[in-house]
């Protein structure tokens, strides 16, 4: 920026009313459509230099007024090369300056406030800079920004129009080409940076029409995306008139305000976030490994009054879990939910009622994981699911089997170990995750079966089951066979 400000200086010394400056900023104010700048010129500040980022076609209303003083305004204003695109004294007699400027390319350009002389001017006093956005151009390659319509004609002569247009990650648009007059049978094509045709439409879906309209289209990577504006046929096509092109955003554009469009998340992430009657849902997304214990915070920030509410949803956005008031106050939170399978999940962060909901403000989502929850089971040992059965056999060469599970605080269990074949009189035992026995059974099945019945889990964490055959005094102690081996949750 400091090199374009010396090619700007540079032009002024090359004018013969123009003093040399030797105060040069070394920084710029930029300044947005609307903004009204307010500054003085006199012998210590003979000019000042601010900016704007313009895009192609674009069309910039200037407004430079003296409001005191005996100031004489000048305005000029350069592309991001140096190169002079305005250079204004007076309109129309008054000194002050009223001009439009149609932008040539897409870019940065330099507006320079001074007086007539400049530093060898006599004139002082203070001055209002207003820059206003007017519209675009209809010509072809302008760029367009949301909201923007524009005018052209499809001919023989020429049978498309393009303009381009920036476009983000998760925005979501409705594009359309609406016949103004002729013929013509509208039809657009968008296309992105890399060439390839993203979304098109001849006729309208739904619609009895031939307009051509493009709703909700995910952008899906930050990029630079042309709108070919054509015919049905393209060249070969025979219809023709004018029309009238638009591109708007849609309702809940922008990266995790849709279901569409979520935000990507990772363990050990804090994001902050508002929720109000316009935007009363976020989305966010990630990925996890089947069995990955995660928690879930959703805690109010420190404006508005806001009813945190999480859900987690799985592939297809059907709730797995949700939670209300789970952390203090009304913080929501879920706390060490074990994933089921591999794949993708979604958490939305909403309000309690969601859409018919009244609570407004600010949030903090956090996203932790305390790792799988088997990471600590010793290799070779089988990790069992509720409702899962196994088989295996005891005998001289295999007193035991060792088999792992998960358990939340307040599950009902019911392990049952049943001979298949042999003589085998089993014994199961329930361990902690250290492996110390909590309970054990010999016959509570039938015969010679074991089972544990109705136990009531006390914590949220691994277990383990030891199925084994039995070894004492009062019985044969070298029975062997077959088994099968139950874990089951108890509803009732």
């Known amino acids: 920026m400091n090199r374009l400000i010396l090619i700007i200086y540079c032009f002024f010394l090359t004018v013969p009313i123009l003093a040399q400056e030797t105060d040069l900023p070394d920084e710029t104010t930029g300044i947005e459509p609307g903004t009204v700048i307010s500054g003085r010129i006199d012998d210590r500040n003979p000019r000042d230099i601010y900016y704007i980022d313009g895009l192609r076609g674009e069309v910039i209303r200037f407004e430079l007024n003296a409001t005191g003083g005996t100031l004489d305004p000048v305005l000029s204003v350069f592309d991001n090369t140096g190169t002079m695109v305005l250079y204004r004294d007076d309109t129309n007699g008054n000194l002050n300056i009223e001009q439009n400027l149609p932008l040539t390319a897409s870019g940065r350009y330099f507006v320079v406030v001074g007086r007539f002389g400049y530093g060898l001017g006599a004139t002082a006093g203070d001055y209002e800079l207003r820059m206003e956005r007017t519209g675009v151009l209809s010509e072809q390659g302008s760029t367009l920004r949301y909201g923007d319509s524009v005018i052209d004609t499809i001919s023989d002569t020429n049978p498309q129009v393009y303009y381009t247009f920036q476009a983000n990650q998760g925005d979501l648009l409705t594009i359309s080409m609406v016949r103004a007059s002729g013929t013509l049978d509208p039809y657009i094509q968008i296309v992105s940076s890399d060439r390839f045709v993203i979304a098109d439409n001849d006729d309208q879906i739904g619609a009895d029409t031939q307009n051509a309209r493009i709703d909700t289209l995910l952008i899906e990577q930050t990029g630079t995306y042309v709108v070919v504006a054509t015919r049905y046929g393209g ?258």
């Open 235 to 492: 060249v070969a096509g025979d219809s023709a008139g004018t029309f009238a092109l638009t591109i708007d955003e849609a309702e809940n554009s922008g990266i995790g305000n849709s279901s569409l469009a979520p935000l990507p998340i990772t363990y050990g992430e804090t994001i902050e976030a508002n929720l109000n009657n316009q935007q009363y849902e976020r989305f966010y997304t990630f990925n996890a490994r089947r069995d990955d214990l995660i928690s879930i915070g959703m805690r109010r920030g420190q404006s508005g009054r806001l009813d945190s509410y999480i859900i987690l949803a799985n592939a297809g956005f059907l709730p797995i879990l949700e939670d209300d008031d789970g952390g203090t106050g009304q913080n929501a939170l879920i706390s060490d939910y074990r994933i089921p399978a591999d794949g993708t999940y979604y958490i939305i962060a909403t309000r309690y009622s969601g859409k018919d909901g009244t609570s407004e403000g600010d949030f903090v989502l956090t996203f932790e994981t305390s790792g799988n929850a088997f990471d600590s089971v010793p290799e070779g040992v089988t990790t069992l699911n509720y409702g899962t059965s196994v088989t295996g056999n005891i005998n001289v060469d295999n007193l035991e089997d060792l088999y792992a599970f998960y358990a939340t605080q307040g599950d009902t269990i019911t392990i049952s170990m049943n001979r298949s074949d042999g003589n085998l009189d089993t014994v199961v035992e329930l361990l902690d995750n250290l492996q110390q026995r909590i309970l054990r059974d010999d016959d509570g099945g039938n015969g010679q079966n074991s089972r544990v019945e109705r136990y009531n889990i006390p914590y949220t964490g691994l277990y383990y089951i030891r199925a084994q055959r039995y070894d004492g005094a009062n019985g044969d102690p070298n029975t062997s066979g077959s088994y099968v081996l139950v874990l089951a949750e108890r509803f009732d």
